[in-house]
Every structure is written in structure tokens, then in C-alpha cells.
């Protein structure tokens, strides 16, 4: 007999059988293509940015001849442990952890580690010094988004702020909303708000509006996810505000390049890595420790500015366009070791 949650987590479990050769020379165990299992178990997956994440994990795992589990626990943090102990329970060799809540994940990636298996965490802080954390340089993509709304909008304006605690990466670029605050004493919030609700969007869309009823002085709203950035501009919009009051996010997807380039659209800016890159880069990550390199505490991919004013310039309207006007949005030259294959470009 198993549990109804380990059933449902085998049900969404996904594998991806390797399609793609191997480069010469790889050490083991990626000397022999399909003998590598590895897992994702994810606990977000609403929006572009996630799926995009995932092709990127997949694109890479095929180029390494590497057979890949996904597992969705869809925001369930108690799923999402289980979904650990299922893919200890499958003997995988490796395991990436994206996104959770550490106090959910911290016990399950420990076991994961204790049963011989390599751990690497994306977005999620399990404190534990054997797993290596892939991050977007969260404080990074924060400050390139802030300094933009300080030369857009001067140092004086009062804001509205997307934020739920608990996640690492959304706590990471708070650090810096709060250094913002303190560097720049004339920036005013007037509300904090926030929630990862499904469908995240409209959940946020929900409290923006009743946020912007309560405080029409807003002037900015500092959403650093774009979920979170589409639903205040829904609200603006709806309001009919996007003249007054300016969006500035970070993370970036077609959709979203579509929100920030619609006439009189008040998002102005955000600061993204490409979310496949980083997939890429996690899967690289946890093959390198897998084949026994030395991997840091942390492994970090550089962001990158993106206006309005850049979008409509290049007449960016995709993410496969942004990659071509923007050469390094399209790769990351992290973790890469010699005997590696890329995903075909």
C-alpha cells in the first residue's frame, strides 16, 4: 500500500529519456548515456517563468544523456518533502529542489543527502552546507530594478510592495527594497501586500486594487516577481492609472515582454536571467557534483536590465528575440566543465 500523496506524486512524476550523445571524454558516471537519474521536485510552477525553468532542466538533462523525473507538488510544502523521500525511494542519483519553504525542505534535502544522494537547491534556503544554492543573484536583480525607478523617478515618491515572506528569493531582494529604503529616505511605501494564491496573477490583481482605492498617491509599485507584477498592472490598469503610477519587476517571459510594450503600459522595467538558463545551469550544477567536481556554496547567474524603452527600440516582441538582441540572455558561462554538452542553441 502507498499513501494517496505518494500515489499523486507518481502520477505527475514526468521522465525524459536521454536523446542526445554525450561529448568524448565524460568521467562517470555520464560515461554511459541513460545510466544518470535525477530528479526535480518542484514546489512552483504557475507562470512563464517556471516553464520556461523546466525546459531548460529537460533541454539540458537530454544534452547530458541524463533520465529526468519531474515532480509538482504545486505550493504544497508537505507534498514537496514527500515527493523527496519518493524520489530517494526511486534511487535517482540527484536531486534539484526548486523553490519551498525551508522549514519543510531543510529535514527532506538532509535525508536526501544522508541516503548518498546529491542535493542542489534553486530559490530555496536549506542550510545545509553539502548543497550547493543556484541563484538568480536575487539582491542583484533587485537593485538593477530599483536603480532604474531611482533615474526614472527621481529619489522622491511614494510605493506600493509586492512581498510574502518565507520564500528565499522574494526574502533576498526584500534585503535590498529595505537597503533602497534606507539609502533613499525619500521613498514613502505606503503598503505592503503580496500572496502566492493561485492563479498568483489575479490573486494579487485582487489585493492591488483595493490597495491603490485605499492609497491613489501611489506612485510606484515595486513588484520583484512577475506574477506579482502582472497583477498590479492589472490593477492600474483597471483603474486607470497606468499613466500615474509606474511598475518596475524582476523576471521576464513573452507575456510579459507583451505587458511592458502595450501602449501607455505603466511597467517600465524589470531584471531578469533567463529562467531556461538557469534551468540549464542547475542540471550542470548537479552533474558536476555527480562526477565529483568541486561545486562553491553558491552558484550564481548574472542578470540583466530590461527597459520599456529597450524593448520598443529593438522591437523585442519574444523571449527567442530578446535572446538575439540581447546575446547574453541566451547563456550563462556557469558551471560549465569541458566535457559537457549544451543544449542545441
Known amino acids: 500500500m502507498i499513501s494517496r500523496r505518494t500515489f499523486t506524486g507518481l502520477l505527475t512524476s514526468v521522465a525524459l529519456l536521454p536523446g542526445i550523445a554525450l561529448a568524448e571524454g565524460a568521467p562517470a558516471p555520464f560515461d554511459t548515456p541513460g545510466d544518470v537519474k535525477i530528479a526535480l521536485v518542484r514546489y512552483l510552477s504557475t507562470g512563464d517563468f517556471f516553464q520556461a525553468y523546466l525546459s531548460g532542466v529537460e533541454k539540458q538533462s537530454a544534452a547530458l544523456g541524463v533520465n529526468l523525473q519531474v515532480f509538482d507538488s ?17 534511487g535517482v542519483d540527484g536531486i534539484i529542489i526548486q523553490h519551498g519553504l525551508t522549514e519543510s525542505m531543510k529535514e527532506a534535502a538532509q535525508r536526501a543527502v544522508d541516503a548518498g544522494i546529491k542535493v542542489v537547491a534553486f530559490d530555496v534556503n536549506v542550510e545545509n552546507t553539502a ?15 530599483l536603480e532604474q525607478a531611482i533615474r526614472d523617478q527621481g529619489e522622491t515618491w511614494t510605493a506600493g510592495y509586492v512581498y510574502v515572506p518565507g520564500i528565499a528569493p522574494l526574502d533576498r531582494r526584500d534585503e535590498t527594497w529595505k537597503e533602497f529604503k534606507a539609502k533613499y529616505p525619500g521613498i514613502t511605501e505606503k503598503a505592503m501586500f ?5 492563479p498568483i496573477a489575479n490573486s494579487v490583481a485582487n489585493q492591488a486594487r483595493a490597495v491603490l482605492t485605499a492609497n491613489p498617491d501611489i506612485q510606484v509599485i515595486f513588484a520583484p516577481y512577475d506574477e506579482f507584477a502582472k497583477g498590479a498592472k492589472i490593477a492600474v490598469d483597471e483603474a486607470g492609472m497606468s499613466g500615474d503610477v509606474a ?3 524582476a523576471d521576464i517571459s513573452t507575456a510579459d515582454i507583451a505587458l511592458m510594450r502595450e501602449e501607455g503600459s ?29 561545486v562553491g556554496a553558491q552558484v550564481i547567474v548574472p542578470p540583466t536590465l530590461i527597459t520599456q524603452g529597450e524593448l520598443n527600440d ?5 523571449m527567442e528575440e530578446l535572446g538575439a538582441k540581447m546575446p ?13 554538452k549544451l543544449p542545441e542553441r
Not at 504545486?74 to 526511486?90: E, G, T
Not at 503580496?194 to 493561485?198: A, F, Q
Not at 505603466?266 to 568541486?294: D, F, I, M, Q
Request: glycine letters at 4%.
Open 194 to 198: 503580496g500572496t502566492m494564491d493561485n
Open 266 to 294: 505603466g511597467w517600465k522595467a524589470t531584471a531578469a536571467t533567463n529562467p531556461a538558463v538557469v534551468g540549464e545551469v542547475s542540471v550542470r550544477t548537479l552533474a558536476r557534483l555527480l562526477a565529483g567536481e568541486e
Open 328 to 340: 547574453a540572455f541566451v547563456h550563462a558561462e556557469v558551471s560549465v566543465s569541458p566535457w559537457m
Open 74 to 90: 504545486r505550493q504544497d510544502a508537505a507534498l514537496q518533502a514527500d515527493m523527496v523521500d519518493q524520489a530517494i525511494a526511486l
Open 247 to 249: 511598475i518596475y519587476s
Open 131 to 145: 548543497i550547493p544554492q543556484v541563484e538568480q543573484s536575487d539582491r542583484d536583480l533587485a537593485r538593477l530594478a
Open 314 to 318: 529593438l522591437n523585442i516582441s519574444n
